[in-house]
């Protein structure tokens, strides 16, 4: 959930990319500015007057960028030009005459990359929210160009050099421990990233990068294609069991497709999970699973299994190159796991309860439909259908009659009012067209100390799916908070799915769509809330960073949030303890399918990373096996299959550390916990200012494990997470 910054760059040097501010601070040392202004000199700047992608942000809040403005056409000049002066800079950068300093080496790199993270703004924008044929092309063509770039940097010896003299001179303890945890990340990530191979291995490594980079490039654009191209139609006798909310928006789903009259399943999960909850009709509901689950795996152009193959094989001869016996051995070094075993470890401690759970709710489900006379075996695409049915028949609780309570501007409000308490922000509309925006949905706000007035920033909200937009939920940011050259504000965004509802409608969302939006402001809140001077404190750790969106959707069903914010759509009446109870009751239902969807997932990813890829020869194939020796369940399939699995696939963010969201949950769990306890709960003030001082504002300027240890007192324990799902928990020694 990052910022989409050159995802197609090694971590080793993030740190040069991150830089957007203009103005300099005045410990740089005129020698410095010089050096790196003369690598300008001889490049042609002229295109910067001509492309608003290169350009600085200008209008109002410290400048903000200028969606409105977008053009297709100038985004690879924009690119090319960026590669070109970000070279220029780090070049000089490396051969800087005086002797290496954090100041002349480290800052230099914060402030490099300008022009090109101008660029990468818009092209997240493209990218996520409205992609298209021609953008793809653009990604393909650009792709193996920003591989070259990155492995031109996390190659550069003599850059290299500059970051080890710090490292290991006599300034190094004299830095804050912000300045020695960027000094230290920096320099292993050119380690990792190969800078210590011969010049063999260093050409090997970067034809794989680059390669890997086209095969990542192609595999999200074919997940995007088989989400455009499988629309499920259906007509109003089809549409037993399907509640008005869902048939409305459906109904304009299919009339933008040009099939007025009918109604229309997308092949997106905002649209597939409802209807495979509510659908009496058994054979639509069938063909809705298989498409959603078949993504990328159709035998045709857009099939992505030899591609993960190709993608696994490169991968695993990159990093024995570089002396690891596996993938997921070498990228969990840094993360707060250290290495696969220990992630297993996790794992093996709640598969086994997550089984046990799934075994009661198919028992349940199944003897229901055997009292309807169904004459059916429960299969995975009448997992939801029957679970809602045993979840009325348990606990008298109907999802749809939730969803009324559940709309998606009074939920935001909900989460703006937590900020308030939590943080101190007051968020206030922006008016329309004060602030570029790169779709008629997107609004705005400005964000500030509800105390002083300060300005603290801006969030933009993308909240409806639509043609172009990848599917799911996601957070990122175009500005981030630094000091290290003049305090900036941020300019963050939630992105979310939600099935529109026609004109003059109000949209209602589920409960497990109203924690996913309070779990992406949780991000949001993250990127808002921070405290810290250079942009490479940014960069998160991949198995830490979900724990503070996890955490923020504990409060969506507190007794502030229920009273004020959960309010009939049409009566405006509060919800009724009643039905709030009932939730609560059935807080750890369906737990087995939500718990073991996503461990299959999780293990699956680190059985591909811990495999000798020589192994594998077919992925469907080693698929099927590991998850029968796994011993998964038949009604439930992975929550995202190999064909289909982006977070790993797409690129290499949560590659080999998909388990890091469970990581995560046993932090949130335990917080959690915190809060209960706490004399005023979640609300309580002085627990709520060590969650924002160690757990918010600090971003990845400490390590994860101290800033947690701060905030708690001790280490997590996975006890916490056991009770949170209704699983037995052993008692303590």
């Given at each position: 959930?990052?910022?989409?910054?050159?995802?197609a760059?090694?971590?080793?040097?993030?740190?040069?990319?991150s830089?957007?501010?203009?103005?300099?601070?005045?410990?740089t040392?005129a020698?410095?500015?010089?050096?790196?202004?003369?690598?300008k000199?001889?490049?042609?700047?002229?295109?910067?007057?001509?492309?608003?992608?290169?350009?600085?942000?200008?209008?109002?809040?410290?400048?903000?960028?200028?969606?409105?403005?977008?053009?297709?056409?100038?985004i690879?000049?924009?690119?090319?030009?960026?590669?070109?002066?970000?070279l220029?800079?780090m070049?000089?950068?490396?051969?800087?005459?005086?002797?290496?300093?954090?100041?002349?080496?480290?800052?230099?790199m914060?402030?490099?990359?300008?022009?090109?993270?101008?660029?990468?703004?818009?092209?997240?924008?493209?990218?996520?929210?409205?992609?298209?044929?021609?953008f793809r092309?653009?990604?393909r063509?650009l792709?193996?160009?920003?591989?070259?770039?990155?492995?031109?940097?996390?190659?550069?010896?003599?850059?290299?050099?500059?970051?080890?003299?710090?490292?290991e001179?006599?300034?190094y303890?004299?830095?804050?421990?912000?300045e020695?945890r960027?000094?230290?990340?920096?320099?292993?990530?050119?380690?990792?990233?190969?800078?210590?191979?011969?010049?063999?291995?260093?050409?090997?490594?970067a034809?794989?990068?680059?390669?890997?980079?086209?095969?990542?490039?192609?595999?999200?654009?074919?997940?995007?294609?088989?989400?455009?191209?499988?629309?499920?139609?259906f007509t109003?006798?089809?549409?037993?069991?399907?509640?008005e909310?869902?048939?409305?928006?459906?109904?304009?789903?299919?009339?933008?497709?040009?099939?007025?009259?009918?109604?229309a399943?997308?092949?997106?999960?905002s649209?597939?999970?409802?209807?495979?909850?509510?659908?009496?009709?058994?054979?639509?509901?069938e063909?809705?699973?298989?498409?959603?689950?078949?993504?990328?795996?159709?035998?045709?152009?857009?099939?992505?299994?030899?591609?993960?193959?190709?993608?696994?094989?490169?991968?695993?001869?990159?990093?024995?190159?570089l002396?690891?016996?596996n993938?997921?051995?070498?990228?969990?070094?840094?993360?707060?796991?250290?290495?696969?075993?220990?992630?297993?470890?996790?794992?093996?401690?709640v598969?086994?309860?997550?089984?046990?759970?799934?075994e009661?709710?198919?028992?349940?489900?199944?003897?229901?439909?055997?009292?309807?006379?169904?004459?059916?075996?429960?299969?995975?695409?009448?997992?939801?259908?029957?679970?809602?049915?045993?979840?009325?028949?348990?606990?008298a609780?109907?999802?749809?009659?939730?969803?009324?309570?559940?709309?998606i501007?009074?939920?935001?409000?909900?989460?703006?009012?937590v900020?308030?308490?939590?943080?101190?922000?007051?968020?206030?509309?922006?008016?329309?067209?004060?602030?570029?925006?790169w779709?008629k949905?997107?609004?705005?706000?400005?964000?500030?100390?509800?105390?002083?007035?300060?300005?603290?920033?801006?969030?933009?909200?993308?909240?409806?799916?639509?043609?172009g937009?990848?599917?799911?939920?996601?957070?990122?940011?175009?500005?981030?908070?630094?000091?290290?050259?003049?305090?900036?504000?941020?300019?963050?965004?939630?992105?979310?799915?939600?099935?529109?509802?026609?004109?003059?409608?109000?949209?209602?969302?589920?409960?497990d769509?109203?924690?996913?939006?309070?779990?992406?402001?949780?991000?949001?809140?993250?990127?808002?809330?921070?405290?810290?001077?250079?942009?490479?404190s940014?960069?998160?750790?991949?198995?830490?960073?979900?724990?503070q969106?996890?955490?923020?959707?504990r409060?969506?069903?507190t007794?502030?949030?229920?009273?004020?914010?959960?309010?009939?759509?049409?009566?405006?009446?509060?919800?009724?303890?009643?039905?709030?109870?009932?939730?609560?009751?059935?807080?750890?239902?369906?737990?087995?399918?939500?718990?073991?969807?996503?461990?299959?997932s999780a293990?699956m990813?680190?059985k591909?990373?811990?495999?000798?890829?020589?192994?594998i020869?077919?992925i469907?194939?080693?698929?099927?096996?590991?998850?029968?020796?796994?011993?998964?369940?038949?009604?439930?399939?992975?929550?995202?299959r190999?064909?289909?699995?982006?977070?790993?696939?797409?690129?290499?963010?949560?590659?080999?550390?998909?388990?890091?969201?469970?990581?995560?949950?046993?932090?949130?769990?335990?917080?959690?916990?915190?809060?209960?306890?706490?004399?005023?709960?979640?609300?309580?003030?002085?627990?709520?200012?060590?969650?924002?001082?160690?757990?918010?504002?600090?971003?990845?300027?400490?390590?994860?494990?101290?800033?947690?240890?701060?905030?708690?007192?001790?280490?997590?324990?996975?006890?916490?997470?056991?009770?949170d799902?209704?699983?037995?928990?052993?008692?303590?020694?």
């Open positions: 959930m990052k910022k989409p910054l050159l995802t760059l090694s971590a080793a040097i993030v740190i040069a990319l830089g957007c501010s203009d103005t300099k601070a005045p410990a040392s020698a410095q500015s010089d050096v790196v202004a003369a690598a000199i001889a490049i042609d700047d002229s295109i910067v007057k001509e492309n608003i992608l290169l350009q600085d942000f200008t209008g109002p809040y410290e400048g903000v960028p200028a969606f409105d403005k977008m053009d297709l056409d100038l690879i000049p924009a690119v090319e030009y960026g590669i070109q002066v970000e220029a800079e070049d000089a950068i490396a051969n800087n005459p005086e002797p290496a300093t954090f100041a002349n080496t480290f800052v230099a914060e402030r490099a990359g300008k022009e090109l993270s101008n660029v990468f703004s818009y092209w997240g924008i493209w990218a996520s929210n409205m992609s298209s044929p021609e092309a653009i990604q063509e792709s193996p160009k920003l591989s070259d770039f990155s492995s031109k940097i996390s190659q550069n010896e003599k850059l290299f050099a500059r970051v080890k003299a710090v490292y001179g006599d300034e303890p004299t830095l804050t421990l912000e020695q960027i000094v230290k990340s920096s320099y292993e990530g050119f380690i990792r990233s190969g800078i210590m191979l011969d010049e063999a291995g260093k050409k090997r490594t034809e794989i990068n680059k390669r890997l980079s086209e095969l990542s490039t192609k595999f999200s654009a074919n997940v995007l294609n088989d989400e455009e191209n499988y629309v499920t139609f109003k006798e089809q549409a037993a069991g399907l509640p909310s869902y048939l409305n928006a459906a109904a304009a789903a299919a009339t933008e497709r040009g099939k007025e009259g009918l109604f399943v997308t092949n997106t999960r649209s597939m999970d409802p209807f495979l909850t509510y659908s009496d009709n058994r054979e639509l509901r063909i809705v699973w298989t498409n959603y689950y078949s993504r990328g795996n159709n035998g045709d152009e857009f099939d992505n299994n030899a591609i993960i193959k190709e993608t696994l094989e490169l991968r695993h001869e990159r990093v024995q190159l002396g690891f016996d993938y997921a051995t070498w990228r969990l070094q840094d993360r707060m796991a250290k290495n696969p075993q220990n992630a297993m470890d996790l794992m093996d401690k598969w086994p309860a997550a089984l046990a759970r799934v009661q709710e198919v028992a349940d489900m199944q003897a229901i439909a055997d009292a309807a006379g169904a004459d059916i075996k429960i299969a995975p695409w009448d997992y939801r259908y029957y679970a809602e049915k045993v979840r009325k028949d348990k606990y609780l109907d999802s749809d009659e939730v969803k009324q309570y559940f709309q501007d009074k939920l935001r409000d909900a989460m703006f009012y900020a308030e308490r939590l943080f101190n922000f007051k968020f206030t509309p922006v008016a329309a067209g004060s602030v570029p925006v779709h949905d997107v609004n705005v706000w400005e964000v500030t100390d509800a105390t002083t007035g300060d300005n603290v920033g801006l969030w933009y909200l993308d909240p409806f799916a639509r043609q937009k990848r599917s799911g939920a996601w957070a990122t940011y175009y500005r981030s908070y630094t000091t290290y050259d003049g305090e900036t504000n941020v300019l963050s965004a939630n992105n979310s799915n939600f099935v529109k509802a026609p004109d003059g409608q109000t949209t209602l969302i589920s409960f769509d109203a924690e996913t939006y309070f779990h992406e402001f949780g991000h949001a809140l993250h990127f808002l809330a921070a405290d810290v001077k250079y942009p490479s940014h960069s998160g750790v991949r198995d830490y960073t979900e724990f969106s996890q955490l923020l959707e409060w969506l069903l007794d502030e949030v229920i009273d004020q914010f959960l309010v009939h759509h049409e009566t405006g009446e509060r919800i009724p303890d009643e039905l709030v109870q009932k939730i609560k009751n059935a807080s750890t239902f369906n737990e087995g399918f939500k718990t073991t969807e996503y461990m299959a293990i990813d680190l591909y990373h811990t495999t000798d890829p020589s192994q020869e077919d469907q194939e080693f698929e099927r096996k590991t998850l029968t020796a796994m011993g998964m369940p038949s009604q439930i399939p992975m929550r995202h190999s064909t289909h699995f982006q977070h790993i696939f797409s690129g290499e963010g949560y590659a080999a550390a998909y388990y890091g969201y469970m990581w995560a949950e046993v932090l949130t769990s335990d917080a959690a916990e915190a809060f209960a306890n706490a004399p005023d709960g979640f609300y309580d003030k002085e627990v709520g200012e060590r969650l924002v001082k160690y757990l918010f504002a600090v971003r990845n300027a400490m390590d994860p494990a101290d800033a947690y240890r701060a905030f708690r007192g001790r280490d997590a324990k996975v006890e916490a997470l056991m009770r799902r209704g699983f037995p928990v052993k008692a303590e020694d």
